[in-house]
């Protein structure tokens, strides 16, 4: 066939094949081209897939009719499908409610008309978890090839965030609950824009109607005085910049101009990212009353109720200021501690309401002897203290001190009566008397009164320093005492009694007697004030009782009717501390019955009587405990209380003894008190007799019994043995 080819067409057709030669290499390069860019492309996509699926964010593309013309991984998951399933389809194909699909669908349609881009907040329903999930969606409409509008979406989640922020709102909700049912007034503070929201207690609480307040935080300074801002403003500085909470205490004027105390607290409850705050909220509570209250405990701990002095509290602040004063000036001081005579009198017969009144008309009495800035202080009971300071002349003391003596020696009208006291004042000196310190300062007045008490009252006494060697001599008595009862270093004494028409010993006064292993005997008359003035006289006594007592059961074997007295001090009887019960129970174990005792009191105690003093009286009578009256005729009013109390015997002082003469002044004493005892049917004892011609005296007058070393000095029980034993026999 080729043979048969002209040369035009064996050109043609080499023509022919070298063009299809060539178009096939082009074609291959095409396709290899092709190759090499589908390649690329598909690198591209996959690598723009990746990026889209690393993202945290949901992305995603919405045609014209809101279906997805894509979704990256995290959208895929969130719907619970895959990135390519998604495609084509709804929101609402995948379970997200149709209410909030629809919202979420005409929510892109109106942005793609809008051409607009938008940032939303909006939710959807986690497939996952079947939660409600939040985000804040950029997005940003534009136009597809077609020409159709499409949608880009980036939505970023922020459902912990928006949980947070729920959490926190629910927070101050129930903050702002709470400080609402406190009944306090409710503020909140929005810091940028300076809007200050009030609760309509706050408009109860100061009087205003919400019209007037400008909504702003002038609406709280109007009601905080002038003199207190500087404080609430440095409070609420510190609260916003973090250095400490909002709690102050402060005043607020109410519209009608009075002045309440508030407690004003509060918080920061919003920061900006860099940590300024936004937002406070807090409350105001009307804590007027309760200041009201801690002003009365304050002025209940500080001062007397009674008399509006300052009390003890107050004046040892204020004595340690003056004192600290002193030392500043250079000038001296003085401290005055006064003690009302008599007083204790005046309270058990005219009542403690009539006392009282006697307390305060002093107290004023006591502030018109001294200067406005001297101090005038009730310590307790009558005792007042007053305190002169900065003093140029010391001698100056001495008239306040007269002044003070002759304020309180007035008669004091009580009613309808009329009652007088008297004053035993201490003075000491400062820094004059050595002492550098409150409690040696009350000490030394302490004892200046003490002394003035001892040298007949209505008097002054300053401090000496051989006053302190007597305080400290006491004080080493005390020490001594306390255990002297536990180391058995007392012993009885036993004086006879004698009846005076036969010369028989027939009662005998049990007398106590310390012997200290190093000051040898020390004198009743030093240790039983002491005794007194410690309490410890009650251990005392009661030993002394029960001792008494055995020795009596011991004599009455061969003496029937022997009968031994016992000293009973006042303050024994005073808040009935005298075991009546455990003595007679004493007695009944030893076999005695009461008439085996007879106690000997003192006119005092008759004097100074109240209701526990008579019922214990009584007590005694009705155990048979017999009862004689010490020292009789030393106090001025014995005689009015002879029929009030039941007392069995009356004992004559040896004061009226000693000097007892035929014709003499004591000898018709002697007789006309044997007389009147005698028609109350008492039986008279007198003391102190040392001569036959006393005794004899005291017979002829009638006197039954008789007491003295005429007789006999106080003995041992054994010694008093010997005594008894002398005696012939009846």
């Known amino acids: 066939m080729t043979e048969a080819l002209d040369d035009q067409s064996m050109q043609t057709l080499r023509t022919c094949l070298h063009a299809a030669s060539t178009a096939d290499g082009s074609l291959r390069w095409l396709a290899d081209r092709l190759h090499r860019t589908e390649a690329d492309l598909e690198a591209q996509t996959a690598l723009l897939r990746t990026v889209l699926d690393e993202s945290p964010d949901l992305i995603l593309l919405k045609d014209h009719e809101g279906r997805f013309l894509l979704a990256n991984q995290p959208v895929a998951a969130f719907y619970g499908t895959t990135p390519e399933a998604i495609v084509g389809h709804l929101d609402r194909d995948f379970g997200v409610p149709p209410e909030m699909a629809e919202a979420m669908r005409q929510n892109v349609l109106a942005i793609m008309a809008s051409g607009q881009t938008e940032t939303v907040l909006e939710e959807s329903r986690d497939a996952r978890t079947g939660e409600i999930?939040?985000?804040?969606?950029?997005?940003?409409?534009?136009?597809?090839?077609?020409?159709?509008p499409r949608i880009l979406v980036i939505a970023h989640d922020i459902t912990d965030l928006h949980r947070a922020q729920m959490r926190a709102e629910d927070s101050e909700r129930r903050l702002l609950h709470a400080l609402e049912a406190t009944g306090d007034a409710v503020w909140d503070w929005h810091l940028p824009s300076g809007r200050l929201t009030l609760s309509q207690r706050w408009h109860t609480l100061f009087g205003y109607d919400p019209a007037e307040f400008s909504g702003t935080l002038d609406d709280f300074w109007c009601c905080v005085p002038d003199e207190e801002r500087a404080d609430v403003q440095r409070a609420l500085d510190d609260c916003l910049a973090g250095r400490s909470t909002y709690l102050q205490e402060h005043h607020m004027r109410r519209k009608d101009g009075r002045l309440l105390w508030v407690q004003d607290r509060g918080r920061v409850v919003e920061r900006a990212?860099?940590?300024q705050p936004l937002r406070m909220v807090g409350s105001i509570g009307d804590?007027?009353?309760q200041k009201r209250a801690q002003d009365l405990i304050w002025q209940q701990a500080n001062y007397d109720t009674l008399t509006g002095l300052p009390n003890r509290n107050m004046f040892l602040t204020r004595l340690q200021q003056e004192m600290s004063r002193s030392d500043g000036t250079g000038q001296s001081m003085a401290l005055l501690m006064l003690d009302l005579d008599n007083f204790k009198e005046v309270n058990d017969t005219l009542g403690h309401?009539?006392?009282?009144?006697?307390?305060?008309?002093?107290?004023h009495r006591l502030q018109q002897c001294v200067r406005g800035t001297d101090i005038v202080a009730r310590l307790g009971g009558d005792?007042?203290?007053?305190?002169?300071?900065?003093?140029?002349?010391p001698s100056s003391v001495a008239r306040v001190a007269q002044a003070v003596l002759q304020a309180v020696s007035e008669p004091f009208a009580l009613g309808s009566d009329q009652a007088y006291v008297s004053g035993s004042l201490g003075i000491t000196l400062y820094p004059t008397d050595g002492v550098h310190d409150v409690n040696g300062l009350l000490k030394n007045a302490d004892q200046a009164m003490y002394v003035a008490k001892q040298q007949g009252r209505n008097r002054s006494q300053y401090f000496t320093p051989s006053m302190q060697q007597v305080a400290q001599e006491r004080m080493r008595l005390i020490s001594d005492l306390r255990p002297a009862l536990e180391k058995q270093q007392f012993h009885l004494c036993y004086q006879p009694i004698v009846e005076l028409a036969s010369g028989r010993i027939c009662k005998a006064e049990a007398l106590v007697r310390w012997t200290h292993p190093t000051r040898g005997v020390v004198s009743p008359v030093e240790f039983i004030p002491v005794a007194e003035s410690t309490g410890m006289i009650h251990a005392l006594g009661s030993w002394v009782f029960h001792e008494a007592m055995h020795q009596t059961a011991r004599w009455r074997v061969h003496r029937p009717q022997f009968q031994v007295s016992v000293n009973v001090s006042p303050l024994q009887f005073q808040n009935s501390r005298i075991d009546l019960i455990a003595w007679r129970q004493h007695l009944s174990e030893l076999g005695l019955d009461g008439h085996s005792v007879v106690l000997e009191i003192t006119e005092g105690l008759l004097m100074e009587a109240g209701s526990q003093v008579l019922?214990?009286?009584?007590?005694?009578r009705d155990a048979g405990i017999q009862v004689a009256l010490d020292d009789f005729g030393t106090g001025y009013s014995s005689l009015a209380y002879l029929n009030r109390f039941d007392i069995d015997y009356i004992k004559?002082?040896?004061?009226?003894?000693?000097?007892?003469q035929p014709d003499s002044p004591e000898l018709a004493l002697c007789e006309g008190i044997v007389m009147m005892a005698h028609k109350l049917g008492l039986k008279v004892v007198a003391e102190g007799i040392e001569t036959q011609a006393q005794h004899d005296l005291l017979l002829a007058a009638s006197c039954d019994y008789g007491q003295g070393y005429l007789y006999a000095?106080?003995?041992?029980a054994e010694e008093f043995d010997r005594l008894l034993a002398a005696e012939a026999p009846v």
Do not use: C, N, Y
């Open 353 to 363: 309401a009539w006392g009282d009144v006697l307390l305060q008309e002093a107290a």
């Open 652 to 660: 004559i002082d040896r004061s009226f003894v000693r000097d007892l």
């Open 273 to 275: 990212p860099d940590g």
């Open 287 to 289: 804590i007027t009353q």
């Open 713 to 716: 000095r106080p003995v041992l």
């Open 615 to 620: 019922d214990q009286m009584l007590k005694l």
């Open 133 to 148: 999930s939040h985000f804040r969606s950029i997005k940003k409409p534009f136009s597809g090839p077609d020409g159709l």
């Open 383 to 393: 005792e007042f203290t007053l305190v002169l300071g900065g003093l140029a002349d």
